[in-house]
């Protein structure tokens, strides 16, 4: 039985911090170091002004000496360094290899870069004021990008890739398809009020262009637009909606505006109701309204916290007795010995990082609400299988992470950064076969979309823990 290894809220503090450790060096290496997209070249005086403003006492100096700010990320690339050195400030030894990359651009990368930038800017300014800056200004930079060049002739958001030879020519850019996603746009409202709401603080204020308000009147306008064909999103599939039910209430946390906050709620309740009308007696799903086929594994965990979530912001309490049917049937095909869920018969399982962060965070709200000690257990064995053994994070800055008084050692199954060739970057995937051989088969990829929606995700829900617990 799982009690005969108890777990503390002191387990989770340790496994939050640790989650926060590895979020910050994704976002930093990710979308500050990595070169994996079209490089941005400052300005002179916005180059002595913000970017390499440095002071060599700054702890955080190697931020500003390893700068490649960056336009967009592509899809995909293999972290891994041209050259590896023990000189961390050798700009050169840290670009990663440029013939893996994908040069696919999507509006849901971009977002999720500036949503990931924008929080670990608010969770460390008050540390680093400079390192705030630069953070939100790198994803200011992706917006423009996003905003000029990702768009359809009807001005909505959809995925290109670039064409461009060499970073020396003029960009060259590809639509990849002429209709827009629903989702891609709600991501890039969520971005967009993030933004705002960042770029509005006074401690920030003197890294920014204090006309803002471009920021927030595109996010009322794609709302306006998402409001208006509401109906799109009940044809969409389980797990999108889900997706989007956890997306509005993220927002409604960002948006100020009562009015629109109501509209908000009403959506919110709408999209749970439609995934309602989708749950069986048994709590199982169907994938869509037209598809009564059970959806995935992981596309229960995501309907599971999305209407606990949405249960909290509407005040429906309906959809919080749909999400715990939901939830139990999920706590019983956690396997304790293998730490890791189990379904069917499969000799294998397969796990993204996107599926890892729905499972920590779809439990760590169930948890935060209702503090039952299995379900501790499950988060911290889960954690510590999916994440610490599995080399889904092939490398490490540091053995010892500090943050404000807390101060966290990170287990030696992952391997420093001097030891090895690869980034501390969330990788894409791993595959575990069991029964025989039970190893781990992790992927050479890092997808920029994934690891930045996990990085946000953590830091997002995650993170406040630490000052709580």
């Not at 490089?39 to 006492?57: A, H, Q």
């Not at 993030?194 to 770029?199: A, F, M, P, Q, V």
Request: charged share 25%.
């Amino acid at each position: 039985m799982y009690t005969h290894l108890k777990r503390t809220e002191k387990d989770l503090e340790d496994m939050s911090l640790k989650l926060l450790c590895m979020s910050i060096n994704t976002i930093k290496w990710g979308c500050l170091y990595s070169g994996a997209g079209i490089p941005y070249s400052p300005p002179e005086k916005e180059l002595k002004r913000l970017f390499f403003n440095i002071n060599s006492d700054n702890p955080s100096n190697n931020i500003y000496q390893n700068l490649k700010p960056l336009k967009c990320l592509y899809k995909k690339a293999k972290p891994e360094f041209v050259n590896i050195s023990s000189e961390i400030l050798n700009q050169l030894n840290y670009t990663w290899i440029s013939k893996s990359f994908n040069k696919i651009i999507s509006p849901s990368t971009q977002s999720y870069s500036i949503l990931a930038l924008c929080n670990l800017a608010e969770f460390i300014y008050g540390e680093d004021v400079l390192l705030g800056g630069i953070l939100v200004k790198n994803a200011e930079i992706l917006y423009d990008f996003l905003s000029t060049y990702l768009r359809n002739v009807d001005g909505l958001f959809i995925s290109v890739e670039d064409k461009s030879k060499s970073y020396s020519d003029d960009i060259k850019i590809k639509p990849r398809q002429k209709d827009s996603k629903l989702n891609d746009q709600l991501c890039v409202l969520e971005a967009l009020l993030c933004l705002y709401h960042i770029t509005s603080k006074n401690e920030l204020k003197e890294y920014f262009n204090p006309q803002n308000s471009k920021y927030i009147n595109e996010a009322r306008s794609i709302f306006n637009y998402i409001y208006e064909n509401y109906h799109d999103f009940l044809e969409l599939t389980s797990k999108q909606i889900s997706l989007s039910i956890s997306s509005l209430v993220r927002c409604c946390r960002y948006e100020e505006d009562t009015e629109q906050l109501i509209n908000y709620n009403q959506l919110i309740a709408l999209l749970c109701a439609e995934l309602e009308s989708r749950i069986k007696v048994t709590g199982e799903l169907e994938k869509s309204f037209n598809n009564p086929n059970l959806a995935s594994f992981i596309t229960h965990f995501r309907a599971a916290s999305a209407l606990l979530e949405g249960s909290v912001e509407t005040g429906i309490k309906k959809f919080e007795s749909l999400s715990l049917r939901i939830y139990d049937n999920l706590a019983d095909l956690f396997d304790f010995s293998m730490g890791l869920f189990v379904t069917g018969d499969s000799t294998e399982l397969n796990y993204s990082i996107r599926d890892i962060v729905e499972i920590i965070k779809g439990f760590f709200v169930y948890y935060s609400m209702y503090k039952k000690d299995r379900i501790l257990k499950i988060i911290i064995d889960f954690y510590t299988t999916a994440i610490e053994r599995s080399g889904i994070v092939p490398s490490i800055v540091d053995r010892q992470f500090k943050f404000k008084d807390n101060e966290i050692l990170i287990t030696d199954e992952i391997p420093l950064l001097s030891e090895c060739n690869k980034a501390p970057v969330f990788l894409k995937s791993f595959r575990y076969v069991f029964r025989k051989t039970q190893t781990f088969t992790v992927s050479k990829y890092f997808n920029s979309s994934y690891a930045l929606y996990s990085s946000y995700l953590f830091l997002n829900y995650l993170t406040p823990i630490i000052n709580i617990l």
